[in-house]
């Protein structure tokens, strides 16, 4: 379906949804296309492809609304879902912050073909999805310690958005996403270590290697052969750059709109606070070419902008849509991001913690005795105090110098400390939407033997 298909249909919602009695409607039409293919032993493990498209209005009456969704474009099913969704409204309760931008609000700059987000070479043939995932699985097994590969990926999609209200905004864009990934294991029985890589880019022309990746996810699962628990006790951590997004991801979590309007998060009172080192700032940027959550428009059509959420070590202001900053007494952040079924909730995009000069190295070897951390299992966190517990594995060090493989221990700490206390390396990877170096912590608390 075109971008002119899907611009029809968001406007025929907004026309079934006045004349069932709205006084006010956006709606969301989705298509796309997805195709996975999983390889193992050598031959087709699986391949999976959908298409489809979905449909979603949201109706206010007033301050009510209700949000409905459906898979099918027939007429009827539009004027069924106008239908349904004044209904529901009528009997929903009124919320004060419900409302669309009014239309000096809205963005005039849509044209997204500027972000490169979508490839406009043909759809790779599945044939050629299942060469990558081989081949990347028979770079893995050409490492003598791997005992097997769990599983060797490769998959396509390619997706059209479009948005409209009945207030004046109408745009959409479309994207695409190639994926490659190996997961290699070594050892046998209860000695087993597995370790993974991956790639995911908008166009296939800047995908890695399949060799590269199969070759990375063998090492990185050799180098765990003998893991073993670290000691108990309070000592520095080296997050690990696949895994050192988490703890920013946890301070996102917080400073979004929705958990402060309810008077949660442990960052609550402290705006305009102190809360990362100085020097460091968490900058958004929804513009960037060639990002995964880049964007001109958010989902309520008000135009995005470059912001720092944390400038300089300070937070500066929260994530808001246009509910959660009237709730605030703000203006909304143009953060709002909404699927078919469910209205506007804010949500940051393309995100850049400022980058050390130091290499992950050279935090290794300041760090003198510690732990390194390349992956983590479960999560506990409390959101009011920022209290911190997960399991972790990685590589002992001693001396600043990796001594071994380390599994089955707890990292605890509180974040409020913690982020305080971060040293960034300079080994982001530029071209992820999360783009965000290793991490070294001070003074955690590990629980090991």
């Known amino acids: 379906m075109t971008q002119h298909s899907l611009s029809d249909l968001t406007q025929q919602l907004l026309d079934v949804a006045r004349k069932a009695g709205a006084s006010a409607a956006d709606a969301i039409a989705v298509d796309g296309t997805s195709i996975s293919i999983d390889v193992r032993a050598g031959a087709l493990e699986q391949a999976e492809r959908s298409e489809g498209i979905e449909l979603g209005l949201r109706v206010l009456i007033g301050q009510r609304q209700a949000c409905v969704s459906a898979s099918d474009t027939k007429p009827d099913t539009l004027a069924q879902m106008a239908a349904r969704a004044v209904a529901m409204a009528n009997e929903a309760p009124e919320d004060p912050y419900a409302g669309l931008a009014d239309p000096s609000q809205l963005a005039s700059n849509t044209d997204t073909e500027t972000l490169e987000l979508f490839d406009p070479s043909a759809e790779p043939d599945p044939a050629i999805l299942q060469e990558d995932a081989t081949r990347a699985e028979a770079a893995a097994l050409r490492n003598k310690g791997i005992s097997q590969v769990q599983s060797a990926s490769a998959g396509y999609s390619r997706r059209r958005v479009h948005l409209a209200a009945s207030k004046g905004f109408s745009a959409g864009y479309a994207r695409t996403d190639r994926g490659l990934s190996c997961v290699a294991i ?21 995908l890695r290697d399949a060799d590269d990746i199969g070759t990375t996810a063998a ?13 108990t006790g309070a000592f520095p951590v080296l ?62 059509g008000l135009p995005t902008a470059r912001r720092a959420i944390i400038n300089d070590g300070v937070l500066t202001g929260w994530t808001t849509d246009l509910a959660t900053g009237r709730q605030l007494g703000l203006k909304s952040s143009a953060n709002a991001a909404r699927g078919t079924s469910a209205p506007p909730q ?21 760090m003198g005795t510690g732990l390194l951390v390349t992956s983590m299992i479960g999560s506990t966190i409390n959101p009011n105090t920022g209290d911190y517990s997960r399991g972790a594995a990685g590589f002992w060090v001693e001396n600043g110098q990796i001594t071994y493989p380390v599994n089955e221990c707890t990292v605890a700490g509180n974040l409020r400390d913690m982020l305080m206390t971060i040293i960034p390396a300079n080994d982001a990877r530029t071209h992820l939407s999360r783009v965000v170096p290793s991490l070294l912590v001070e003074g955690l608390t590990l629980a090991g033997d």
């Open 346 to 366: 804010p949500s940051t995009g393309n995100i850049a913690l400022t980058q050390g000069d130091q290499s992950r190295d050279d935090l290794i070897a300041q």
């Open 239 to 300: 997050f690990d750059e696949r895994v050192a997004n988490s703890l920013i991801g946890s301070l996102l979590q917080t400073t979004n709109g929705t958990t402060i309007a309810r008077g949660s998060g442990w960052l609550r009172d402290r705006l305009g606070e102190q809360v990362l080192p100085k020097g460091l700032s968490l900058i958004e940027d929804p513009h960037r070419r060639r990002a995964a959550s880049s964007r001109l428009f958010d989902a309520e």
């Open 219 to 231: 090492a990185r699962a050799v180098e765990r052969v003998g893991a073993r628990k670290p000691k």
């Open 186 to 206: 070594s050892g046998t029985g209860t000695d087993m270590e597995r370790d993974y890589d991956y790639d995911s880019r908008i166009f296939q022309a800047d």
